[in-house]
């Protein structure tokens, strides 16, 4: 019978490679935009974020790129650890007084030893 | 530091039932969110709370969903005549502030409720 998958962008990687992460945001009123990161059965937890008055902002083996001409936005995980195997998810937050976030799809990235 | 907690972690209903779902906000969190998350979906926002009062409730789906935080702290949300496409994981997070665009306006997340609806 027909099975119902995740259907989640997937992203697979050896240890000790850089991962890069896409996404694609549609708001071009967004003003802040964040990285978190999902493991199975937990809730999100927060990455690292950027102000649409930035291009790049670098945190510890993360580094996060904002290009607002093509609304994309993207996160580098240097030295992937298996650790990192997740589903990771870019959210951004509209302008002005909302403060709402909305999330993209997430991609599932693996990491093998 | 104790952080977002929800309970129950799991929830079965049937189709029809009332259910509660609670969230303990991290101590001093002033901003509170609720939102709920389908299989292989990012996360979709429901309601925030500043303080006691509902901020925003917009992503509501419809009015069988209602959330109360009475006293500016633990909140409850709570859906009537539950129907089984209300099965998905309710996520709870808290801030310091409202305001996102400074430090301490980070959303911690609790580890959710998973609802299931028969």
């Known amino acids: 019978g027909e099975s119902v998958g995740l259907h989640l962008p997937t992203l697979s990687v050896q240890e000790g490679d850089n991962s890069i992460i896409n996404c694609a945001y549609s708001?071009?009123?967004?003003?802040?935009f964040i990285w978190y990161k999902q493991e199975s059965g937990k809730g999100p937890q927060f990455i690292i974020d950027?102000?649409?008055?930035?291009d790049k902002r670098q945190g510890q083996r993360v580094t996060v790129l904002l290009n607002k001409t093509v609304k994309h936005l993207s996160l580098q995980i240097a030295a992937t650890q298996p650790g990192d195997s997740a589903v990771y998810f870019c959210?951004?937050?509209?302008?002005?007084?909302?403060?709402?976030?909305?999330f993209g799809k997430g991609t599932l990235l693996t990491v093998n030893p | 530091g104790a952080g977002v907690s929800q309970t129950p972690s799991n929830k079965v209903t049937e189709k029809g039932k009332y259910v509660e779902l609670r969230c303990d906000p991290i101590?001093?969190?002033?901003?509170l969110y609720w939102y709920r998350q389908s299989l292989g979906q990012g996360p979709e926002f429901l309601i925030y709370?500043?303080?006691?009062?509902?901020?925003?409730d917009s992503g509501l789906p419809n009015d069988r969903f209602f959330a109360v935080r009475p006293e500016g702290s633990v909140s409850t949300l709570k859906i009537q005549r539950t129907e089984r496409g209300d099965s998905a994981v309710y996520l709870c997070?808290?801030?310091?502030?409202?305001?996102?665009?400074?430090?301490?306006?980070?959303?911690?997340f609790g580890p959710g409720t998973r609802l299931t609806v028969l």
């Open positions: 950027i102000r649409s008055n930035m």
């Open positions: 708001n071009s009123a967004s003003d802040y």
């Open positions: 959210a951004e937050r509209g302008g002005g007084s909302n403060y709402k976030l909305t």
């Open positions: 101590s001093g969190h002033t901003a």
């Open positions: 709370f500043q303080g006691t009062g509902a901020a925003d």
């Open positions: 997070a808290s801030s310091l502030y409202l305001q996102p665009r400074v430090a301490g306006g980070e959303l911690y």
